[in-house]
């Protein structure tokens, strides 16, 4: 089955620019999805199809890939950031198709 | 407004059974695929099942197959899954989400499954 690996954590001083990595094998060819979650809150999708925001999703989002690897950019970082990021693809090699997760990026505001 | 609210969280012991349900507002449900998702404590999220606008378009996450049934109620705006056989390892947060082919779009709150003797 298809793997997604990400860092357990990432930090960045308030203001500047975060990258978030995501890794699979030959990634840049699937459509990659990410998703915020907040403590008590229910998760947000913030990119979905690559490199789209849906509505309400601050510009400062943004996701590019290619190669083995996806990347979540978050720039002007803000405190309200501070969540787990994780990365999402559809797998449709196996029997049925598997929505696989990778194991989420905790992102620290210092 | 789009609106899934879960329900029928609780504790339960290994083996036993538990049937989640999910209340849909604010959509087309009928129009939609719906998936469950998971969040074990200190995990990852894991997707669980899906179920698409046609009832044949079901499928399982390999760890639940064979022990949770997925279903809908389009009359009713409602997603269900019936959790059979539990063991410690489900136990997790559950939640309800639509689903947009590849990617999930709108989630609920969750509800909590806690499997423990």
């Known amino acids: 089955s298809y793997v997604l690996t990400q860092p357990p954590s990432v930090s960045v001083a308030p203001g500047q620019t975060a990258r978030l990595p995501c890794g699979g094998n030959e990634i840049g060819s699937q459509t990659v999805q990410w998703y915020q979650l907040r403590p008590g809150q229910a998760p947000v999708l913030v990119i979905y199809n690559d490199d789209v925001r849906p509505s309400g999703i601050p510009e400062r989002f943004s996701a590019s890939g290619s190669g083995h690897t996806a990347t979540l950019t978050i720039s002007r970082v803000e405190v309200g950031d501070e969540a787990d990021y994780y990365c999402q693809v559809w797998d449709r090699s196996g029997v049925h198709p598997y929505w696989v997760f990778g194991g989420g990026t905790k992102l620290t505001v210092l | 407004d789009v609106h899934l609210v879960e329900s029928g969280g609780g504790l339960v012991q290994p083996g036993g059974s538990l049937r989640l349900s999910c209340a849909a507002s604010?959509?087309?449900?009928?129009?939609?695929?719906m998936n469950w998702v998971r969040q074990s404590p200190g995990k990852g999220l894991e997707w669980v099942a899906y179920?698409?606008?046609?009832?044949?378009?079901?499928y399982y996450a390999d760890s639940v197959k064979g022990r949770f049934t997925i279903s809908r109620d389009n009359a009713r705006n409602s997603l269900h899954v019936q959790m059979n056989s539990l063991r410690v390892e489900d136990t997790a947060t559950y939640y309800c989400?639509?689903?947009?082919?590849?990617?999930?779009?709108?989630w609920g709150n969750g509800t909590t499954v806690t499997v423990s003797s």
């Open positions: 989400v639509r689903g947009r082919l590849y990617y999930m779009d709108v």
């Open positions: 179920i698409g606008t046609r009832i044949s378009d079901i």
């Open positions: 604010g959509f087309t449900f009928r129009s939609y695929g």
